[in-house]
């Protein structure tokens, strides 16, 4: 049974305190979110019916400034999930030296049933009932598993009719056309490519020729790919949702990319070997890329894992379980919060931008991504070594200290 996405955000943050000193109440508040919000509302469906929809929106710290995380629309959605992503952002904003705290929202709803008006419709009254939390000095969506840019365009013109004049710092990762950034769309990706070669550097592995195994091939899957691929390494294998591909001498991805988008899923691509999702994950590879969802690796099959090197471009899809037999066997696991902080760290730039209404060129924030990352990568890599933990306990001891750190110069309010 997959283990309860909240119940891993606890244990992760319970093992990584025992290396950071804090009083008791300090640790519990930095432990609970500071505010969940549970919104019911109805949408009007295309037939002429009427639905409600269920929608959270969870702040768990606001510690180093206004709350940032996406918004996920999908059917298993649940108030558990979006308190565990909401607090991995926090981590992740923490770690990469951002000035925010996590947050996260989802909807209850399959965005691929919906018809454009329809999902349009959903997330504008979606938006409307969490704006009493939303706003460019609060919290600051961005897209999730279900959402894209043009949600974001719907939920920033929704915030912006409210107010009486355009807001584009309310979200981030909106079309380049009103005010979202170059380089977003391929941030995630892009941060998961430079942190598995800073990684495959670290064991002494080679990128040119290395099997490469991605699971979940959207937007962070894909990309990653494509820029491994671009490194000389070898994508072997890449699965969605209707399942996976398998082919030992490799893969292009921009040739899987385009049969993707005319049979809508990588499954049937000319010359290779139907594999599940499960089957993918135990395929022997030297770096392999969970971009799916939470949990898919747990203790069933973390012994059967064959790569040397797991970058999680997914967010949680380790359990705490598979991390103690992966870090037994010898496997290097980059956390998904130093893994995939590319996404939030290129949003971080489109906020600044958007707030001095001034743009940088594409190479520009390339530049500034992979620095951030580069040092963001090497500083987690010393923390594990002075206290001979895990990359994942070491990147969340680094995180804990860092809003523990604030809180405690800020003081207890009153």
Not at 8 to 32: D, H, I, N, S, W
Not at 68 to 97: D, F, Q, S
Not at 271 to 283: I, R
Request: proline share 6%; charged share 20%.
């Amino acid at each position: 049974m997959q283990q309860d996405p909240w119940e891993m955000a606890l244990e992760q943050f319970q093992r990584a305190t025992r290396y950071v000193p804090l009083k008791r109440g300090v640790r519990e508040f930095l432990m609970y979110p500071r505010r969940e919000l549970t919104v019911h509302f109805p949408v009007k469906m295309d037939d002429g019916s009427v639905r409600i929809f269920t929608g959270y929106r969870v702040h768990h710290s606001t510690v180093l400034g206004p709350t940032k995380g996406g918004i996920r629309y999908h059917p298993n959605v649940t108030l558990n999930e979006v308190r565990a992503l909401a607090m991995w952002m926090t981590w992740k904003c923490a770690v990469a030296g951002l000035p925010y705290g996590g947050a996260k929202g989802g909807v209850v709803c399959d965005p691929k049933q919906l018809s454009a008006g329809e999902l349009e419709r959903l997330t504008r009254r979606y938006a409307t009932e969490i704006s009493v939390l939303m706003g460019p000095e609060s919290d600051i969506p961005a897209p999730d598993v279900g959402t894209n840019p043009q949600v974001m365009a719907w939920i920033m013109d929704t915030y912006s009719m409210h107010r009486g004049y355009s807001v584009p710092a309310v979200v981030t990762g909106k079309p380049v056309s009103v005010g979202g950034t170059v380089g977003r769309e391929e941030a995630t990706g892009r941060g998961c490519a430079i942190v598995a070669r800073e990684a495959a550097t670290m064991t002494g592995l080679s990128l040119e020729g290395a099997r490469v195994v991605v699971q979940g091939f959207g937007n962070v899957g894909s990309y990653a790919a494509k820029l491994l691929h671009e490194m000389g390494a070898r994508v072997v294998a890449l699965s969605d949702s209707q399942g996976g591909i398998y082919r030992p001498e490799g893969l292009d991805p921009e040739a899987v990319l385009r049969h993707k988008r005319q049979a809508r899923s990588v499954v049937g691509f000319p010359g290779t070997q139907s594999v599940t999702n499960a089957e993918l994950l135990e395929l022997p590879c030297d770096i392999l890329i969970p971009a799916a969802l939470e949990g898919q690796i747990h203790r069933e099959n973390a012994p059967r894992i064959r790569a040397r090197v797991i970058v999680e471009g997914a967010n949680g899809p380790t359990t705490p379980e598979a991390d103690d037999i992966l870090h037994e066997r010898g496997v290097l696991v980059v956390p998904d919060i130093v893994a995939n902080a590319g996404g939030v760290i290129v949003s971080y730039f489109e906020w600044v931008q958007d707030l001095q209404s001034f743009f940088w060129d594409e190479e520009e924030i390339h530049r500034r991504l992979e620095r951030m990352l580069v040092r963001s990568f090497r500083q987690v890599t010393e923390v594990a070594k002075v206290h001979e933990v895990d990359l994942r306990t070491a990147a969340l001891i680094r995180a804990i200290q860092r809003v523990a750190d604030a809180l405690l110069t800020l003081g207890i309010y009153p």
